[in-house]
C-alpha cells in the first residue's frame, strides 16, 4: 500500500523538537501566531514567565493601561502613607478641607514627587514625610527607568512584520501539482537572505499505535536574497514528496499539520528575524492557484505591491493523480 | 545569435525576490538609495509603515522640527484644557491679564508640567486641574521615554557608511575586459568579512514576451577580510560571464540595471551591516578606468584615501570584441 | 588493556581552551552554573571587572540595594557640602532648628536636587551654594541615565532559560546504552536551531604523569529546529565513544567531568543565546532512565510540559557490558 | 633562490583589502590597538567621523569633561539670553544685584530650567522669557536623552577584552620552529568559539618594484571552542609556511608586519566580538618561549590565570635552520 513505504523511503525527522508520540501530545503543535501549543507547569508562575517580554509583546493599548493602572496604583499608595503621617506635614495643604479633598491633594502631592514635576506648593515638612517624598522621588526616577527601558524594548524588538496567506493550497505545477502558501513583508521594511522551512505533521497509525511523523518538505526554491515583493513557497509533490502519496481526505485524516518558517537578515533591525505560522488540514485548498499580487503601476514608474490580495486564489481542477505516479 | 544560448548556458536566478514578467513591473527594481522602488497597497497607511524606523530614518532636522511640532501641539491641547477648566484654578495667574495673556500663560504652565520642571510659581489648585496636570506629567515622562528610545536608536542603528562610484564601469582587465565599481567606507568605521554580491537584471524578448532575466555576475574577488582602503568590485567579462555577448548598445536596450550589494561585520556596532546601490544603464561608462584614490602619505607614515576620488575614471579604448570569443 | 587504545583511537580535542597539563590546573574544569573555574590576578581588580556586567548579572535584591546605597551616599556627601558651607544658603531651613534637623533638612534638600523634584520650599541661595546644587542636578540626571542603561541591560540581556536535569545518566538505549542528559525551557521564551555540544574532560595517567584529556562525545541528534518541548541529549556509547571502555568506577576515578553546552538562537530576543552547565562524576548516575515529563493536557487541546519533573529518573539495569564489545 | 619560489609556491592574499603597491602605502598598515593606519580625506570632517562612535570609544576622564563642558556652555548661552532679555524678567533676582551676581543668578536659573529641577524661588514672568524658558527645558530633555543613550551605548558596546602578549616570538616546536602569540581574556567575560588569523605582510622586491605581499599562516589550531585560561597562537614553520626560508634578518628588511585578528562570541553581551592587533618586525623575538601564565590555585579547588605574565618569554636556542629543509 502507498502510504507504508514511509517508513523506509522518507527519513523522518527526529529532531522536529516536538515529540513523536501522538497520544502525550493535544491538539495541533503551532499555534497560527507561530507560538507552540503548549503550557507549562511544575514552577511558580513569575518563574515560568518573563514579565519583561510579556510586556514588549502585550498590545499597545493594554500596555498603557497597564502603565496607567500602575501609576495610579503607586499614587494611591503614597497618599495612604502620606495621609496616615497627617497632611499638617504637607505644607500648603489646608488641614481643614474635608476628608476627601485632603486625600486628594495628598494624592496629587504623591503624583507630582513620583514624576518630579515637584511645583512645591505642596512641600514635605516633616521629617519622617520629608523621608517618604525622598524614596518616592527615587522610586519615580528608577520607574521611569523601566518604562524607557520597556518603551524603547518595544520599539526595537526586531520583528519580521511577515504576512501569510489565509490557506496552504495544492495547486496545478509543471506538469503536477504543488502545495503553496505565500508570504509578504507589509511594512516599510527589506528582508535579505531570506530562507523558508516547510515542516509537515502526520498522525498515522503504526502497528496499532498513533505515532507523530514529521517530514520537512523539500521546496523548489528554498532561499531568495531579496524578498521584496511577493514570495509563494512551494512544494513539488513528485516523488521526492512525503505526502505525494496522501489524497486530500488522507491528509485531513492524518490531521495534516504544515508549519512554515521563515528566517531573514532584516534591514530595520540589522538582525535576523524570524516568524513562523501554521496551517492545519481545515486550511487546506485542495485544487486551487494564487492570483497575482503585483502589477506595474499606472504611470510604469514602479511596482504596486497589493497586501490585500495575498490570500487570493481561485479554484482550479488538478490534473488525475495517476499523472503522478 | 549571441544572446539566444542564455537559455540553455546561464542558469537565470529564480531567487532573487522579484517577478520575471517584466509587464507586471514598473521602471527600476532598487532605487540607488538602496530601497525597493515598489508600494504596497491594500493595507491602512499606519499599518504599512513603522513609525519607529521612519523616525529613525528621518533626516536629521525634519526629527528635530517633528519633535518641536509635537511639543507644541501637546502643550497647545493641555493650554486649552486648563484654560476651559478656568485659568482661576491655576494658582499664579493674574485672572486679570488679557485673554491671550492668560492662554499663553496656560501653555506655559503645561510646558512646565509636560517637560517635569514644575517651578512652582503657577500651580494647579482644584481637583479638576490637579488631575489634569497630574496625566500630564505622566504623559512628559512617557513621551520623554519615547524620545530618549528615539535618539539612541538613531545614535545606534548598525548603518555600513559606505559610499559607491557614481558608474558602474566597463574597463579593460587582463587582457580582456571587466564591469567595475568602487566602494569605501568614509566614517572612521571598519568592515571586515566584507562581502560583495553583483546581480544583474535585463529585460529581454523571448517569444514575443517580455521577460526579466537575473543573472549573479561572478567576482574575481567576492570577500575581503578587511575594507580598509577601497575596493574595486571585478565581474571578468569572459566566457563565463552572462553578458559577455552584448555591446554596450545592447546592455542599453535590455535595460540593464546592476544592484551591487555589500555586506560586512562592523566593528563600530558589533553587528552585520548590509547596503547596496544600484546601477542603471545610464550610469553605464563603456571602456574606463578608475584613478588610484589612496597613497602614501607626505610622511610616510601612514596611508591617505581620499574619498572625493571615489568616482573618478579616465576614458580608455577597450581591446577589440573579437578578442573575447 | 581497554583504556590505552585512547591515544590511538580516539582524537583528543586540544581546542578546548583548556590546558592539558593536569597538575596545572585545580579542581572542576567549569561551575555548574557555566562559568569557568578560575581566578585572575595581575591586574588591580578594577581592570579585571566588568562593573557593568557584573550590575547586569546580581540578583534583583542586591541591585535594589546597591541602588539605594548609593543614592543614601550620594545625598550624604552633599548634604555634608551643604550643612559645611552653611544652611543660611539654603532659604527655607530655620537656621535656629538643631544640628540634627538641619543636617537632615540639607540631606532632603540634596536628594530634591539630585532626583531634580526641586519643590523649592528650600532653594539654594549663594553662589557657592547655587554652584553645588547646579553640580548635583547634573549629576543626578547622569547617574539616572546610568540607571536607566543598567536598567534596561538588565532587561534586554539576552538569557536562554534554560534548565538542565541535575544528573547526568546512563540509560539502556536501543540494544546497547547511552550517556544522556536532559533540558528544557523553562520561561515563554521559544528557541530554534538549537545546537548541543557534550565535551568531556578525563584525568589519565599516562607514562606516570597525569594529564586531562578532552573528547568530544557525538551525539545521536546534536540539533534540533524547534526547542519546544523537553530535549534529553543523547550520547550513544558504542565503538565511537571514547568512554565505552571505562566502567562506573573508571569514570569516578578518570574524574570525568561532562560539559554541556546549548546554542540556540531565541525569539524573544532574537538573538543567539549560549547556557551551559557541567557535571562532575558526583552527578553521574550508572543504569537509570529520565520519566516522561510532557502529557496530553486533560482537555486534549494543547501538550503540558511539566518541569518539576525535568530531573525524574528510575533505576534500571542495564545490560551486560560484555555486550558492548 | 629561497624566497623567489613564493611566486609559485604560495597563493598571495589579494583580498586583504590592503593595497599590494607598496609605495602608495605609507607604514604600518594596522596599529598595535588593531585600527588602520590611515586618515581619509575628500569628505568634511564631520562626514567622516561618527561623532556617536567617538563619544563611545573616548576614554571616561575625557566624556564626562566633554559632558561638563556641553551642560557649562548650554547655560552660559541660555544666561546671555535671559541676561538680555533683562532679569526683571526672572522673579525673584533683585535687579539691585551687581552685574556679575545677576549673571550668576542667570546662570543659576538656566541651570534649573535645563536639569528639570526647578525649584521656582527664581522663575520665569515676561512672556518671552517663558518662551525661551520652555525650549530651553525641552533642550533639557533632549539633551538629558543624547546622555541616557551614550552612557547605555558606551557600557553595552561589545568589546573582547582581549590582551595581547607584547611581543611575537619564533619558538621551539615539535622538533623544527613556530611563530607565536599569546592571548587572553582579562576581565571576568568567556568567549566561546574563538577563532584566530593570522597574516603577514611582506614587502618583497619583485622585478625592480617594491610589492607588498599578504600571506594567510596557517594555524595549528585556529578555533578554540571556549577561551577560558590563556591561548597561544602558533603557526609552524614548516614547508607549507609562506616565511620558512626567510632569515630574521629577511622578515627584518622586509619589514615584516603580523595581524592577528580574533572573532568569538561574548556570553557578556551575546554578540560576536573581535578584536586585533599587529606586529611589526620590532616585536619579533628570533628564539624564546613563553613561560607558563596559570597554576592550580594554592588549594587546589581552581585554577589561576596570571594576566601579568602575558608577555613573560624566555630565549631559548632554536635548532638549525638546515634542520628546516
Redesign the interface.
Known amino acids: 500500500m502507498a502510504i507504508s513505504n514511509h517508513k523506509t523511503k522518507f527519513k523522518d525527522?527526529?529532531?522536529?523538537?516536538?515529540?513523536a508520540n501522538s497520544?502525550?501530545?493535544?491538539?495541533r503543535?503551532v499555534n497560527p501566531d507561530g507560538?507552540?501549543?503548549?503550557?507549562?507547569?511544575?514552577?511558580p508562575f513569575y518563574?515560568?514567565?518573563?514579565v519583561?517580554?510579556?510586556l514588549l509583546r502585550m498590545n499597545r493599548f493594554k500596555f498603557a493601561m497597564a502603565?496607567?493602572t500602575f501609576?495610579t496604583a503607586i499614587?494611591l499608595f503614597f497618599a495612604v502613607i502620606y495621609f496616615t503621617i497627617g497632611v499638617d506635614h504637607l505644607?500648603g495643604i489646608d488641614v481643614n478641607h474635608p476628608f476627601m479633598?485632603r486625600f486628594?491633594?495628598a494624592f496629587?502631592f504623591s503624583?507630582?514627587?513620583l514624576?518630579?514635576?515637584?511645583?512645591?506648593?505642596v512641600?514635605?515638612?516633616g521629617?519622617l514625610t520629608?523621608?517618604v517624598?525622598?524614596t518616592e522621588?527615587?522610586l519615580?526616577?528608577?520607574a521611569?527607568?523601566?518604562?524607557?527601558?520597556?518603551?524603547?524594548?518595544r520599539?526595537?524588538?526586531?520583528r519580521a512584520?511577515i504576512m501569510f496567506s489565509n490557506n496552504i493550497i495544492v495547486a496545478p505545477h509543471k506538469g503536477s501539482r504543488a502545495l503553496m502558501a505565500r508570504i509578504a513583508t507589509?511594512?516599510?521594511?527589506?528582508l535579505?537572505d531570506?530562507e523558508a522551512?516547510l515542516?509537515v505533521a502526520l498522525h498515522v497509525n503504526e502497528d496499532g499505535r498513533m505515532i507523530t511523523r514529521f517530514y520537512q518538505l523539500p521546496l523548489e526554491?528554498s532561499?531568495?536574497?531579496?524578498?521584496?515583493?511577493s514570495?509563494t513557497v512551494v512544494h513539488p509533490i513528485n516523488e521526492d514528496s512525503p505526502i505525494a502519496n496522501y489524497t486530500a481526505e488522507q491528509l485531513k485524516d492524518a490531521k495534516m499539520e504544515v508549519i512554515l518558517?521563515i528566517k531573514a537578515?532584516d534591514?530595520?533591525?540589522?538582525?535576523?528575524?524570524?516568524q513562523r505560522t501554521s496551517y492545519s488540514h481545515h486550511q487546506l485548498v485542495y485544487g486551487a492557484k494564487f492570483e497575482?499580487m503585483?502589477?506595474?503601476?499606472p504611470?510604469?514608474?514602479?511596482?504596486?505591491?497589493?497586501?490585500?490580495?495575498i490570500s487570493h486564489h481561485s479554484l482550479v481542477p488538478l490534473e488525475d493523480r495517476a499523472n503522478l505516479n
Open positions: 525527522l527526529s529532531n522536529t523538537g516536538f515529540g497520544s502525550a501530545e493535544g491538539g503543535l507560538s507552540n501549543n503548549l503550557r507549562k507547569t511544575g514552577l518563574e515560568r514567565i518573563s519583561y517580554h510579556s502603565i496607567f501609576y499614587n505644607s479633598v486628594l491633594e496629587f503624583s507630582q514627587t514624576t518630579t514635576v515637584g511645583y512645591g506648593h512641600a514635605p515638612s521629617l520629608n523621608f517624598a525622598s522621588s527615587l519615580g526616577i528608577l521611569f527607568a523601566v518604562v524607557t527601558g520597556l518603551i524603547y524594548g520599539f526595537s524588538r526586531p512584520y507589509y511594512k516599510n521594511n527589506h535579505t531570506a522551512q515542516t526554491i532561499k531568495v536574497t531579496s524578498l521584496a515583493l514570495w518558517s537578515f534591514d530595520h533591525f540589522s538582525n535576523t528575524v524570524q497575482p503585483f502589477e506595474r503601476a504611470d510604469g514608474n514602479y511596482t504596486l505591491l497589493e497586501l490585500d490580495k
